[in-house]
């Protein structure tokens, strides 16, 4: 049979996997190095909204905004990552949705229920939001200070509720109901 780059009856093609993890890789290497922003050699927050006190009122942050400015090249290695691989989720994220428009899906699981159909496509969308909403609203708060901090970890919970559900119900249809569904996307 070959190779498969689109889409089709076979299932997922190779374009939608390479995307699909490719979104997996660069999301949880962000998060690491996001995660890395926030811990300095004390154990206390440096990152964005963090180390709030003393005497001026405002957030210590990397790379604020407003009157600090940011330097996407500056001297801060971990923060200038973090932003390039926030970029990098915005094409990728961008690639994939525009593959997803352009190239039909393969057919339903033959296992899936009317509601599993309706989950999925409900999982698939919140995915994408936060695909474009976390990175979106990280850069936002880099220009503009901690004032869109809420937005930014609305954006987290929201993916990682969603990407609870997903992983959860591939695991279902992997360990439980045996269809072995996770080949679809492997």
């Known amino acids: ?13 190779l ?10 890789v660069a999301m ?27 005497d001026s009122g405002k957030g210590h942050g990397r790379g604020r905004g407003g ?10 290695a971990l923060l200038t990552a973090h932003v390039v691989l926030g970029v990098t989720e915005l094409v990728l994220g961008l690639a994939r949705l525009v593959w997803r428009l352009a190239t039909p899906l393969p057919p339903w ?3 899936l229920t009317p509601l599993e159909r309706r989950l999925a496509h409900g999982i698939e969308t919140a995915l ?10 990280g850069i936002a708060l880099l220009l503009s200070g901690d004032d869109l901090l809420v937005a930014h970890i609305v ?11 997903h992983v ?16 679809r996307m492997a």
């Open 155 to 165: 954006a987290h919970v929201v993916f990682f509720a969603a990407l609870a559900l």
């Open 67 to 76: 009157e600090d400015g940011y330097d996407p090249f500056g001297d801060d």
């Open 168 to 183: 959860g119900w591939v695991l279902k249809h992997q360990l439980i109901d045996r269809d072995r569904l996770l080949r």
């Open 28 to 54: 949880a290497a962000q998060f690491a190095v996001g995660y890395l922003l926030d811990v300095d050699d004390s154990g206390h927050g440096r990152g964005r909204g963090r180390g709030r006190g003393g």
């Open 128 to 137: 994408y939001a936060a695909t474009f909403a976390i990175p979106l609203t």
């Open 1 to 13: 049979m070959g190779i498969q780059l689109r889409n089709g009856a076979h299932g997922y093609g």
């Open 15 to 24: 374009v939608t996997k390479v995307l699909h993890w490719a979104v997996f």
């Open 109 to 111: 699981a033959p296992g």
